[in-house]
Nanobody
Framework: QVQLVESGGGLVQPGGSLRLSCAAS???????MGWYRQTPGKQREMVAR???????NYSDSVKGRFTISRDNAKNTVYLQMNSLKPEDTAVYYC???????????WGQGTQVTVSS
């Protein structure tokens, strides 16, 4: 069974930076990886995704500020968040999708709070 474990959330002042990590335990192949976020009363929204060959896609709200990357050897995805704004405050979830098994997996979520 694949489990995703996230780390790196916390409280940061506007303009600051955070780096989120999400590591998969168990075997998983042919995956695209991504980060999503959710605030109370709103739907979960895509923040960034990265394919197995490294192609990336970002939401317009984070382009130029966030960078997604992956380490295939470690089955880990990262989200470097710079120039954080209060509107980036949310619970961030990682997602792995396997094209081989056609199964998707979610992390437990990590809180990011941007506030002075």
């Amino acid at each position: 069974q694949v489990q995703l474990v996230e780390s790196g959330g916390g409280l940061v002042q506007p303009g600051g930076s955070l780096r989120l990590s999400c590591a998969a335990s168990g075997s998983i192949f042919g995956v695209s990886m991504g980060w999503y976020r959710q605030t109370p009363g709103k739907q979960r929204e895509m923040v960034a995704r990265i394919t197995g060959v490294g192609s990336t896609n970002y939401s317009d709200s984070v382009k130029g500020r966030f960078t997604i990357s992956r380490d295939n050897a470690k089955n880990t995805v990262y989200l470097q968040m710079n120039s954080l704004k209060p509107e980036d405050t949310a619970v961030y979830y990682c997602n792995f999708y396997s094209y081989v098994s056609r199964a998707g997996y979610w992390g437990q979520g990590t809180q990011v709070t941007v506030s002075s």
